[in-house]
């Protein structure tokens, strides 16, 4: 009898374990789920009309900039690179989306296909032109690059491509994924393509490749002297954030039915780097909140300060990144490590005291 | 004994600044070899040089009969040299598991090594689930030692492995390094001169960059005026 205690236990402390580590995470998700049925509860309006509706078209957005940020964690947070110029690979994703579906006619998987070669190219690019600087040099590197391509997508000379400084407008996106004909369904979508990049990255980063890319963040030399190619795992994360940020790209262009420059701009790269600090800087899950942060709070403020809203989220950002240096996520993480469980509301004692 | 390490007369360079000028030192294998020297006198440089972080730009290193100028130093690892550096160099975000099951070569090296590195520090088993930055400087010390005896590395460059430690931290480290010594060749840069007098088999003496001499450590501790004189220690 004592010798089948242990091998009974097991299961049950595992499933434990695991609940008492994604418990929050799957509530969260199940909120998301649900989240549309609530609105028209709420609301009393039908699911797809009105409130509900609206508010659907806000989270796809969270869902879309969530793995945006999530890919620029991969390379900042988990691997120390820092690039200026990530909205390189989500503006690609986007125009290579809308070229692939509007003039060259290709099937959905096609399209998507065609979205992540692209991204491999360019990181491979990127990668071997410039892993060879450290730090800003590479942001630089990277800056120019992203410049370039904004460039490319405003030139008169390819204004049957990509619409110049209009865009690329009208992307006939087919009807199963429509957010035009079923707002609701492409509510799902973006949602289950937000958790699989989730899972994907979590993954990742739990491996034995991401423990080596944590390494090469916190001393490049000593993973090197351990036996590592740092250049060659560097080129994995660039490549790794380069799909994330492309297919999160894509996902836009789906969104909005268009793909504009704005999509390459350095205000894009810049929205990354924000969600990623005020999340939490190597936390995978502390940009997809920093994403939700920064939606609904731009769309609170807009909506309730009108054109001084700006103003107001800079004076927010000060104060989160003085305050909360750490991030949301990375500072809960430190405050439950130094108190334990409840380290939350010891640090809201503290600040309060 | 036949030499696993030779370096040969090696000139190695710090920007402009000649740190190392014509350094050279063997390794027997199966022994322990103290490489000795003042701060500052190019010990941690020629360590580094071997690695080639600091590759020299004359002279020769020879591992094992193969020449280990030109190449890289994850290459030059991957022949089976690890590196403890100074001032413990664990991986401070990663926990004491994942800093061990990070310098695997193959996989399952650390299941084959487990009772060995356990049994050398059995302290890092209990702290098995703890962030490499939560341990003291001592349990790190063990920590870095035991990363390079995870793989079948062949020969260990520890640098420094007293430093700032307490007295009997100290002494778990010497037998641990004597003990580890019975499977790998040791290269050990070591300022205590009486840790390095009762862990070497040889040395090799060093000052501002430029070899003094080497020989058994026997000699050297009856040789008062070189100690006195080099290393500053009666």
Request: no cysteine; glycine share 10%; proline share 3%.
């Amino acid at each position: 009898m004592e010798s089948t205690a242990p091998t009974t236990q097991r299961p049950v402390l595992a499933r434990a374990g695991w609940l008492q580590r994604d418990g929050l995470l799957l509530a969260a998700l199940a909120v998301l789920a649900l989240f549309p049925f609530i609105t028209s509860l709420l609301s009393g309006e039908a699911v797809d009309q009105g409130a509900p509706k609206f508010f659907q078209g806000l989270l796809i957005q969270m869902f879309i900039f969530a793995v945006y940020a999530m890919s620029y964690d991969l390379l900042m947070g988990y691997t120390g690179i820092l690039s200026f110029g990530h909205a390189l690979f989500f503006g690609s994703g986007a125009y290579m989306m809308g070229i692939a579906l509007k003039h060259l006619q290709w099937p959905l998987l096609g399209a998507v296909g065609l979205v992540i070669v692209v991204a491999i190219v360019q990181s491979l690019i990127i990668g071997v032109l410039s892993l060879r600087v450290h730090g800003v040099y590479f942001a630089m590197v990277t800056l120019a690059f992203a410049q370039v391509a904004f460039l490319l997508a405003t030139a008169t000379d390819f204004r049957q491509w990509t619409g110049a400084e209009d865009g690329l407008q009208g992307i006939p996106v087919p009807a199963l994924v429509s957010p035009t004909d079923n707002r609701l369904r492409f509510y799902y979508l973006a949602l289950v393509f937000m958790v699989i990049m989730y899972l994907l990255a979590r993954r990742i980063v739990n491996s034995p490749t991401g423990r080596v890319l944590v390494a090469i963040r916190e001393n490049e030399n000593r993973a090197t002297m351990i036996g590592y190619n740092v250049f060659v795992f560097k080129m994995i994360a660039v490549i790794l954030a380069g799909v994330f940020a492309a297919l999160a790209g894509s996902l836009n262009a789906l969104w909005n039915l268009n793909a504009t420059p704005t999509v390459l701009g350095l205000d894009m790269t810049i929205e990354a780097l924000l969600m990623t600090i005020i999340g939490g800087v190597g936390t995978l899950i502390g940009p997809m909140l920093g994403s939700g942060v920064l939606t609904i709070l731009g769309y609170w403020l807009n909506a309730t300060f009108g054109r001084n809203w700006l103003l107001i989220l800079g004076v927010i950002y000060v104060l989160l990144v003085l305050f909360l240096p750490y991030g949301l996520v990375g500072t809960w993480r430190r405050q439950s490590a130094r108190f334990g469980p409840g380290g939350w509301r010891e640090l809201l004692r503290r600040t309060r005291s | 004994m036949s030499a696993l390490l030779s370096v040969e007369d090696i000139h190695t360079f710090i920007g402009q600044s000649h740190i190392l000028e014509g350094v050279s030192l063997q390794v027997d294998r199966g022994s322990i070899t103290a490489l000795l020297g003042r701060n500052g006198a190019g010990k941690t440089t020629t360590l580094k040089s071997i690695l080639g972080l600091t590759p020299p730009r004359a002279g020769r290193v020879v591992f094992d009969g193969q020449t280990l100028n030109g190449r890289r130093t994850f290459d030059i690892a991957g022949l089976g040299i690890g590196f403890v550096p100074e001032h413990r160099a664990v991986f401070r975000d990663l926990t004491v598991e994942e800093n061990l099951r990070i310098a695997e070569r193959r996989k399952g090296d650390l299941a084959r090594k487990a009772d060995f590195i356990y049994g050398l520090f059995p302290d890092l088993k209990r702290l098995n689930k703890l962030k490499g930055g939560q341990l003291s400087g001592g349990q790190q010390q063990m920590l870095a030692i035991a990363r390079s005896l995870v793989p079948d590395n062949r020969l260990l460059l520890i640098d420094e492995p007293s430093e700032g430690l307490a007295p009997v931290i100290i002494e778990q480290m010497m037998a641990a390094i004597k003990t580890l010594s019975e499977q790998s060749t040791v290269l050990l840069v070591e300022q205590n001169f009486i840790v390095a007098s009762q862990l070497a088999d040889r040395y090799t003496l060093i000052d501002d960059g430029r070899l003094v001499q080497t020989g058994r450590m026997a000699d050297l501790v009856q040789d008062r005026a070189t100690i006195h004189r080099y290393l500053g220690a009666a």
